[in-house]
């Protein structure tokens, strides 16, 4: 069945009626080495690792698991800044027929807890600075495994773990490849927030990961020449927009990954400089940080070509004097996680419309519905809820049966987005997620922080919501109601939210109130506050 849309601007050679191929995404990897052998995958402070060491550092990482009994679709988690050992483990899991789940190094214990009992990981990958938060709460979980990576100096190897090398060296020798099936085995458990407070982990099989891979090349192709790029990668691999557009895109075109583990605008413009990269996938953020550098001219930005901008919306003025001083073409583009995840861009060989997010990937089709019930397709220019169908949309829910059913149906992919389409076919993005807060780029879910606030013995009742920052885009703001005959100061509960979540979560501005707007039924107006925020902000 294919409901596909059609653009006319496609150029010629573009295929809407893309076929991908039965592959998995360490078959893609194997076919990349055979043709790119010798030309470097990932570069990392200079030191280079070619297309061949790749893969034989994730055959041997196979083995390795193989050896430690993990077996195929057994579940293993990568807690990683970028750096060459994600990809040798990301694509080693992969190998031995594991499941990938991704987890951000910025989560604390308890988040760590539930990310891995719900998944059942048995291995974890963790950056050796952060063993403790893991040792904290290894007992609760049901690892068998730990492999700790060092990133400087020499390798450590607390009780109870491996150093990567030493895990990479009992893979020797071994060599350990699952039989895959790519339309049905999960490849990725990408974690997500969710209505309940608790994030989800989206599914992606194989066949999604490959299928948005190839998409993505078909619609940048008039740009990419493969195996000559080279691909700032500085979006953490952990977020499903690096994973896909930095980490398989190139690997897929055989370009090179200049990988950054974090965001440090001196140290991103001096790798401009020296490394000259091509292709800058970022977040908006990263632009203002560039754009508002003083001597940013004299960094060699011209250097790049495309700038493909996701995960938070991308202002109209920043595009404009970013394009200026790089000469580089800034494509916003529409993904979610459970789209492994792009599913429209601003394209290259045609008009880009500032404040759209673009056109509709091949093989990808959207419709716009009424809200209430999901079932009327709307005229462009109508407001709806933004609906998805395409070979990137995820398997399901991982355990969430009801989730599932929710999220999927027919095969669409309700998004909870709320947009319109113009007469060409252009989506352009309204309002998000009811009450997603995006902050750099970061998906935040306020009732993630809510529950937390609640728990502390003064507050009585809390709320969050998301200002306008114009640096981060959006920053967390809480509005609470202590307990009677209780007294904190704003300052005491950032610091117990500082101790209690991912420090991007943590609210920058606590207001106090003696009651907060309610409905007739009693349930916190959030919107009300939204509101009273914004017209201060005007």
């Not at 719900?118 to 990958?125: G, H, I, K, Y």
Request: charged share 20%; glycine share 8%; aromatic share 8%.
């Amino acid at each position: 069945m294919m409901h596909e849309e059609r653009f006319s601007v496609y150029p010629e050679g573009m295929s809407h009626d893309l076929t991908i191929p039965d592959l998995s995404l360490s078959d893609m990897l194997k076919q990349s080495a055979e043709i790119y052998g010798s030309h470097p995958a990932v570069s990392f402070y200079g030191q280079k690792m070619s297309y061949s060491e790749l893969k034989d550092a994730a055959s041997a990482f196979a083995g390795a698991l193989a050896k430690s009994g993990l077996a195929k679709g057994g579940r293993a988690a990568v807690m990683l800044p970028n750096c060459p050992q994600y990809a040798v483990a990301y694509y080693g899991i992969l190998q031995a027929g594991g499941i990938v789940t991704q987890m951000n190094p910025m989560l604390v214990e308890r988040e760590i807890q539930h990310i891995l009992n719900d998944s059942e990981a048995e291995v974890l990958v963790v950056y050796d600075a952060l063993y403790e938060k893991v040792q904290a709460v290894r007992a609760e979980t049901s690892l068998k495994t730990v492999i700790t990576v060092s990133l400087g100096g020499a390798s450590s190897e607390p009780a109870d773990s491996l150093s990567f090398e030493n895990f990479l060296r009992s893979g020797a020798g071994i060599y350990h490849e699952a039989v895959i099936d790519p339309a049905n085995d999960i490849a990725v458990l990408q974690y997500t927030g969710g209505t309940t407070g608790l994030s989800k982990g989206a599914m992606l099989t194989h066949r999604n990961l490959v299928a948005n891979t190839i998409q993505s090349y078909e619609f940048f192709k008039t740009e990419v020449r493969l195996g000559e790029e080279k691909c700032l990668t500085v979006i953490p691999l952990f977020h499903v927009f690096g994973m896909t557009s930095c980490m398989n895109l190139s690997i897929y075109c055989g370009n090179c990954m200049i990988m950054l583990p974090r965001f440090d605008l001196n140290e991103v413009l001096e790798t401009i400089k020296h490394e000259q990269p091509t292709i800058f996938p970022g977040v908006p953020t990263m632009y203002v940080a560039i754009t508002n550098h003083p001597e940013a001219e004299n960094y060699g930005l011209d250097c790049m070509k495309i700038c493909n901008s996701g995960s938070a919306p991308m202002p109209v003025e920043l595009l404009k004097e970013f394009e200026r001083k790089t000469g580089a073409k800034i494509l916003e583009g529409y993904g979610l996680s459970e789209a492994s995840p792009t599913t429209h861009c601003n394209p290259a060989f045609a008009d880009r419309k500032p404040g759209s997010v673009g056109l509709g990937f091949p093989q990808t089709a959207c419709k716009i519905v009424d809200v209430a019930t999901g079932l009327e397709e709307l005229a462009p220019g109508e407001l709806g809820e933004i609906i998805i169908y395409g070979p990137q949309v995820m398997k399901g829910y991982w355990n969430m049966p009801e989730e599932t059913a929710h999220a999927l149906r027919d095969g669409w992919l309700f998004t909870g987005d709320i947009g319109m389409k113009d007469q060409d076919g252009y989506l352009y993005i309204t309002d998000r997620k009811k009450d997603m807060i995006i902050a750099s780029g970061y998906n935040i879910y306020p009732r993630d922080i809510e529950e937390i606030l609640y728990e502390h013995p003064a507050v009585r009742e809390a709320v969050v919501i998301g200002i306008p920052d114009p640096y981060r885009g959006e920053s967390v703001k809480a509005f609470a109601v202590l307990k009677t005959g209780k007294d904190i100061s704003a300052e005491e509960l950032i610091e117990y939210c500082r101790a209690n979540m991912s420090s991007y979560k943590v609210p920058r501005e606590i207001e106090f109130r003696e009651e907060l707007p309610k409905t007739n039924v009693g349930k916190i107006l959030r919107r009300a506050l939204r509101e009273e925020a914004a017209q201060k902000h005007v």
